[in-house]
C-alpha cells in the first residue's frame, strides 16, 4: 500500500526537500535487493526440496511454486502491495491448501473423478498467471506515471490544489470540504455504537438458534422488524465510514481508538459465524498500519516490544478461533480420518475447501441452472431497483434458480433438500469465471484481481473518498477465493453504502460552506484597514 504518490508534495518547497528523501528510499531500496533475492532463492529451494522429500507430483509442485513467488512479488514492496499479499495468503488457504495437503502430505487418498484434478489444475496457474500480471501492469503503470511526476519538475506541485482543496479552507492535510474530519469522525462514532447493537443482536439470534437459522429465518425476521431493519442498514454503511476516516490520514491515537472499537465489531461478527468479515476487517487495519508507518515520520507508527509480542501471540490464537468458529458452525469441512494428524494441516485441509467448489463446479456443469453469475451484482442493490428485479434472500428454491448468484445455484445443485435448511457449498471466483467465461476467462479475471489489488493498496492524503472506496472492498477481496468474482462491485452498488457516501459528502460539504462564510466578513474587514 502506497501513500502519498511520489511527486504530489503540497509545495514547491516541499518537492524540492523532497528529492533527497525519494533518492535515500531508491538507494535503501536497491540495496535490499541482493537480500530479497537471497530470499526469495531459498524458499524456492526449500519448496523444491520439500516437493522431493514428499515425492508430490510436479504440476502440483509448478503450481506451488507460481504462487510462491507471486507472494515474493508481494513481499518485496509490502508497503504498496499488502492487499495483493494478503489475497495470496488468502488464494492459497482457501484454494491451494487442501490440494497440497493432500498431494504433498497423502493427507487423504480417495480418487477423483476423471479430468477433475487436471482442470483444477489448469485454473488454478492460469488464475495465478492472470493475477501476477495484472498486478505487474498496474505496478509498471504506477512507476511511469511517477516518473512523468518527477520530470514535471517541482514548479507546479503547489498548483494542483483545486477549489476544494485543503489550504484553500484551512481544513486539516489529508482532509477535503467533502469530507470534514469532524464530521466524519462523529459519523464513524454514531455508526459505530448502532452497529455494535446490530451484531449483538444478529449474534444472540445466532447463539439461541443455530448457525443455519442465519440463513433461512433471520431476514424475514429482520424485514418484519422495522428497528432490526434500520440498524441492519446502518451497520453496512459501518466499513464505508470507518474507511472514509482512515482516509482522513488522523492521528495515530485517533487511529488506534477507531481500531478498538473496530475490533470489538469484527469479535461480536465473528459470534454470528461470518470468518470473512472478520478476517477482512482485521487486514483493512494492518494495511492501513503498514501505509502510515511509511508516510508518516520514521518512528510514529513504529510498533513497540509489547505490541509484537500481543500480535505474535493473536496469529496462533486468531487461527484457532476461526477454526472453533467453523466447528461451531456444523458445517465445515474436514477429513473423515483426522483423529492424531497434525494440526496444521488439518486446519489446511479444512479451510481449503473451496478446491472442491472449483472441482464439482466443473464436473456438474450441464445440471447448474443456467445464468450469468459473474452479472450477481445486477441481481441486488442499486442496479436492482434500477432495473425494477427482484431481490432474493435466503436459501430458497426461488434465488437458487433466479437470483443469479452461484453460490445459491450450485449449492441448490448439490445438496437438494438440504440446502433449504441452510446449508451452502461456498463459491469461488474461479468457479463463476469458468462457468460464464471458460479458461480464458480465469486468466482475465485473474488480471483483473491483481491489478484491482493493487489499486486498492493506493491511499493518497487529500482522497479521503477515493481512500475509503478502495479500503471498503479489501473484505470481498480476499474472500472471493470462496465467494463471488464480482462481491466488490456489490459492495459498491449497496444502497446504505451510496447512502453513506452521500452523507459524508453532504454534511462535510455544508460545514465547510457554513465555515467560509463565517470567516468572509472577517477577511474583508482586515483587507479593508490593511489599505
Given at each position: 500500500m502506497s501513500g502519498q504518490a511520489p511527486g504530489q508534495q503540497s509545495s514547491a518547497g516541499d518537492a524540492v526537500n523532497g528529492e533527497p528523501e525519494r533518492r535515500r528510499r531508491v538507494e535503501r531500496a536497491v540495496s535490499r535487493r541482493p537480500g530479497l533475492a537471497l530470499v526469495a532463492a531459498l524458499c524456492n529451494l526449500a519448496a523444491v526440496a520439500l516437493a522431493l522429500a514428499t515425492q508430490a507430483s510436479l504440476p502440483w509442485v509448478?503450481?506451488?511454486?507460481?504462487?510462491?513467488?507471486?507472494?515474493?512479488?508481494?513481499?518485496?514492496?509490502?508497503?504498496?502491495?499488502?492487499?495483493?499479499?494478503?489475497?495470496?495468503?488468502?488464494?492459497f488457504l482457501l484454494l491451494l491448501g487442501r490440494e497440497i495437503t493432500v498431494d504433498f502430505f497423502h493427507y487423504e487418498t480417495s480418487q477423483a473423478p476423471p479430468g477433475q484434478t487436471e482442470h483444477l489444475q489448469l485454473c488454478?496457474?492460469?488464475?495465478?498467471?492472470?493475477?501476477?500480471?495484472?498486478?505487474?501492469?498496474?505496478?509498471?503503470?504506477?512507476?511511469?506515471?511517477?516518473?512523468?511526476?518527477?520530470?514535471?519538475?517541482?514548479?507546479?506541485?503547489?498548483?494542483?490544489?483545486?477549489?476544494?482543496?485543503?489550504?484553500?479552507?484551512?481544513?486539516?492535510?489529508?482532509?477535503?470540504?467533502?469530507?470534514?474530519?469532524?464530521?466524519?469522525?462523529?459519523?464513524?462514532?454514531?455508526?459505530?455504537?448502532?452497529?455494535?447493537?446490530?451484531?449483538?443482536?444478529?449474534?444472540?439470534?445466532?447463539?439461541?438458534?443455530?448457525?443455519?437459522?442465519?440463513?433461512?429465518?433471520?431476514?424475514?425476521?429482520?424485514?418484519?422488524?422495522?428497528?432490526?431493519?434500520?440498524?441492519?442498514?446502518?451497520?453496512?454503511?459501518?466499513?464505508?465510514?470507518?474507511?472514509?476516516?482512515?482516509?482522513?490520514?488522523?492521528?495515530?491515537?485517533q487511529v488506534t481508538a477507531a481500531s478498538v472499537g473496530w475490533a470489538v465489531y469484527l469479535a461480536l461478527s465473528l459470534l454470528t459465524g461470518q470468518r470473512g468479515t472478520f478476517v477482512g476487517g482485521l487486514v483493512i487495519i494492518l494495511a492501513y498500519w503498514i501505509v502510515r508507518a511509511r508516510q508518516d515520520p520514521p518512528g510514529t507508527w513504529r510498533i513497540g516490544r509489547t505490541g509484537?509480542?500481543?500480535?505474535?501471540?493473536?496469529?496462533?490464537?486468531?487461527?484457532?478461533?476461526?477454526?472453533?468458529?467453523?466447528?461451531?458452525?456444523?458445517?465445515?469441512a474436514v477429513a473423515s480420518d483426522t483423529a492424531g494428524r497434525n494440526p496444521i494441516l488439518q486446519l489446511l485441509y479444512g479451510q481449503g475447501v473451496s478446491?472442491?467448489?472449483?472441482?464439482?463446479?466443473?464436473?456438474?456443469?450441464?445440471?447448474?441452472?443456467?445464468?450469468?453469475?459473474?452479472?450477481?451484482?445486477?441481481?441486488?442493490?442499486?442496479?436492482?431497483?434500477?432495473?425494477?428485479?427482484?431481490?432474493?434472500?435466503?436459501?430458497?428454491?426461488?434465488?437458487?434458480?433466479?437470483?443469479?448468484?452461484?453460490?445459491h445455484a450450485f449449492a441448490y445443485t448439490l445438496l437438494g433438500p438440504q440446502y433449504l435448511s441452510g446449508r451452502g457449498t461456498g463459491s469461488s471466483f474461479i468457479a463463476e469465471l469458468f462457468y460464464d467465461y471458460g479458461y480464458a476467462g480465469v486468466l482475465v479475471g485473474g488480471a483483473v484481481y491483481g491489478a484491482v489489488c493493487i489499486w486498492a493498496c493506493t491511499l493518497v492524503k487529500g482522497q479521503p473518498l477515493r481512500n475509503g472506496l478502495r479500503l471498503v472492498i479489501v473484505p470481498t477481496l480476499l474472500w472471493a477465493p470462496r465467494g463471488s468474482a464480482t462481491g466488490f462491485?456489490?459492495?459498491w452498488l449497496t444502497p446504505s453504502v451510496l447512502v453513506a457516501l452521500l452523507g459524508v459528502t453532504v454534511l462535510s460539504l455544508a460545514a465547510a460552506l457554513l465555515r467560509e462564510a463565517g470567516n468572509t466578513p472577517r477577511s474583508v474587514e482586515v483587507t479593508h484597514r490593511g489599505r
Open positions: 509448478l503450481i506451488l511454486l507460481l504462487w510462491l513467488n507471486a507472494l515474493l512479488f508481494a513481499a518485496a514492496r509490502m508497503a504498496e502491495r499488502t492487499i495483493l499479499a494478503a489475497f495470496l495468503v488468502s488464494f488454478l496457474a492460469l488464475s495465478l498467471v492472470g493475477i501476477l500480471a495484472g498486478a505487474l501492469a498496474v505496478s509498471a503503470w504506477r512507476t511511469g506515471k511517477s516518473r512523468l511526476r518527477a520530470v514535471g519538475g517541482a514548479g507546479s506541485a503547489g498548483s494542483s490544489r483545486g477549489r476544494f482543496g485543503s489550504a484553500r479552507i484551512g481544513v486539516p492535510e489529508g482532509a477535503t470540504v467533502l469530507a470534514d474530519p469532524s464530521i466524519v469522525r462523529f459519523l464513524y462514532w454514531a455508526t459505530l455504537v448502532l452497529s455494535l447493537i446490530s451484531v449483538a443482536l444478529r449474534a444472540r439470534y445466532v447463539l439461541a438458534n443455530g448457525y443455519l437459522s442465519y440463513y433461512t429465518d433471520f431476514s424475514d425476521l429482520e424485514d418484519a422488524s422495522g428497528s432490526m431493519y434500520g440498524l441492519r442498514r446502518i451497520e453496512i454503511m459501518l466499513p464505508l465510514v470507518l474507511t472514509i476516516y482512515l482516509g482522513l490520514f488522523p492521528p495515530r491515537r509484537r509480542i500481543v500480535g505474535v501471540v493473536m496469529v496462533p490464537l486468531v487461527a484457532v478461533a476461526l477454526a472453533a468458529v467453523e466447528s461451531a458452525r456444523g458445517v465445515g478446491s472442491t467448489v472449483v472441482r464439482n463446479a466443473y464436473t456438474y456443469a450441464d445440471f447448474i441452472p443456467q445464468d450469468w453469475y459473474t452479472g450477481e451484482f445486477l441481481h441486488s442493490g442499486l442496479p436492482a431497483r434500477l432495473l425494477d428485479a427482484q431481490v432474493y434472500h435466503g436459501n430458497t428454491v426461488a434465488h437458487a434458480l433466479h437470483g443469479g448468484s452461484f453460490t462491485l456489490s459492495t
